[in-house]
């Protein structure tokens, strides 16, 4: 079968790396990648949301199979571009139509469906810049800290937790009059503040049956001690010590199942991964947000520990077969730790030389931001390179991805010295 992923991400060199190893693999092809995922199959230098190219390259190439990365081209429609055209209606595509991509595209539309399927979550109101003084009348209501989440996609930039309620206000008006994050600002949900500690689960589904993937935890702050500006993630750990069985199973009763269920009952058809934010508040979980692909660098950690054919799962899912199948993990603990440009996640230089590479051992190199310039190995984003590896627990598999970071250098590396830390 040839497949063809979109992305170009940590999250992507993962999918890649795990789908070569299947027989059922005929060519791979990978819609932009990046440098490592150019050792697994053939790069394509065409943007995910350039359906029309994506179109070309699928009829081109035969391919039978199109896993979608990143949340953009989902929420954009690419699945619902696929089924409206006549040439492409019966390629198989992993992840969710455009209505239900809402699920990640539009917070209101999330929090909408948790209660109409009484899920879990914190309790909320949207507002407009129509009705900006209720918004402020409802801040009053809550205790600090004062948590604002612009409704649309704002690369992971769109939530606030603030302590103060004047500043609280002041930022409300900055979201919704000034558009602070843009259309995405147009509509901001405003919710009481959960306190606790953070987990991500995943699912692969066909919108009746699911497969769990292991849990994972991720750590989202550029600064030690989860100080500092929020980034797309600085390292991932998996599983997660805290969440025991008796823990799992309540995600899986009150929180999956229910998921999976509701989007029946909703008629909404839906053929990809879910994502789960959770929040451990006491012994209970909460929902803080969905999303409708694999987390990054969550997918670095998650994917290395599923041991079943991860190209087979795929295209049962596709195939809405997925009843038939059962997954396998690996038992070891997986860890990633994430060397970004220096700068990041503010403004950052790309192009600088990647040295030591071909000195790591023992751990798995996943590129997120890197491209080959006169057959070097050079930066091209804010996020680098994740360093997974293998240990009995989190803290030997942590060590090892510390050692083997010790041999590799770009010019203003940076990474965390503490993922893990509050484990």
């Known amino acids: 079968m040839n497949v063809l992923i979109l992305g170009s991400g940590g999250r992507e060199h993962a999918m890649a790396w795990k789908i070569a190893q299947s027989d059922l693999l005929t060519q791979l092809f990978i819609a932009p990648g990046n440098e490592g995922t150019d050792q697994l199959g053939v790069n394509i230098k065409i943007q995910p949301t350039d359906f029309e190219s994506v179109k070309e390259l699928v009829l081109d190439h035969e391919i039978e199979l199109v896993v979608v990365g990143p949340e953009d081209p989902l929420v954009k429609g690419i699945h619902d571009f696929f089924l409206n055209d006549s040439e ?6 992993i992840g969710p139509q455009k209505y239900a991509a809402q ?3 539009s917070k209101e539309f999330a929090k909408e469906f948790m209660v109409r399927h009484t899920i879990p979550t914190a309790a909320y109101k ?5 009705n900006l003084e209720e918004g402020f009348q409802f801040l009053q209501t809550l205790n600090p800290p004062y948590v604002l989440k612009a409704d ?8 606030l937790i603030l302590n103060d309620l004047q500043e609280a206000k002041d930022e409300l008006k900055e979201m919704l009059a000034n558009e602070k994050f843009g259309t995405a600002s147009s509509k901001v949900v405003i919710e009481e503040f959960l306190d606790g500690i953070e987990l991500s689960c995943f699912v692969l589904t066909d919108g009746k049956s699911y497969v769990n993937f292991p849990n994972a935890k991720d750590y989202k702050r550029i600064g030690e001690g989860d100080k500092g500006l929020n980034t797309g993630g600085m390292g991932a750990v998996s599983p997660v010590p805290f969440a025991d069985e008796v823990f799992m199973d309540k995600i899986e009763k009150q929180v999956i199942k229910p998921t999976v269920e509701g989007l029946q009952k909703d008629n909404i058809p839906y053929k990809g991964f879910i994502f789960f934010g959770i929040i451990k508040v006491g012994d209970e979980p909460k929902v803080i947000e969905y999303n409708c692909r ?7 950690v998650v994917i290395p ?42 403004s950052y230089e790309k192009g600088k030389v990647i040295y030591g590479l071909d000195k790591v051992e023992g751990s798995i190199v996943f590129h997120a931001g890197t491209t080959n310039k006169n057959n070097e190995v050079v930066t091209n ?20 991805s ?3 970071i010790e041999k590799i250098s770009f010019e203003k590396m940076n990474f965390r010295k503490d993922i893990g830390f509050d484990l």
């Open 88 to 93: 492409l209606k019966n390629v198989a595509v």
């Open 103 to 105: 699920l990640e595209g």
């Open 126 to 130: 949207s507002f407009t810049k129509n």
């Open 152 to 159: 649309g996609l704002a690369q992971g930039k769109g939530v």
């Open 294 to 300: 694999m987390g990054d660098p969550e997918s670095e």
């Open 305 to 346: 520990r599923i041991k079943s054919d991860f190209l087979e799962l795929l295209i049962a899912a596709g195939e809405s077969e997925l009843h038939t199948k059962t997954i396998e993990f690996v038992p070891e603990s997986a860890c990633a730790v994430m060397l970004v440009s220096g700068g990041y996640p503010e």
């Open 381 to 400: 984003g804010g996020r680098v390179l994740a360093i997974t590896s293998y240990g009995t627990d989190f803290k030997q598999a942590l060590k090892k």
């Open 402 to 404: 510390y050692q083997n």
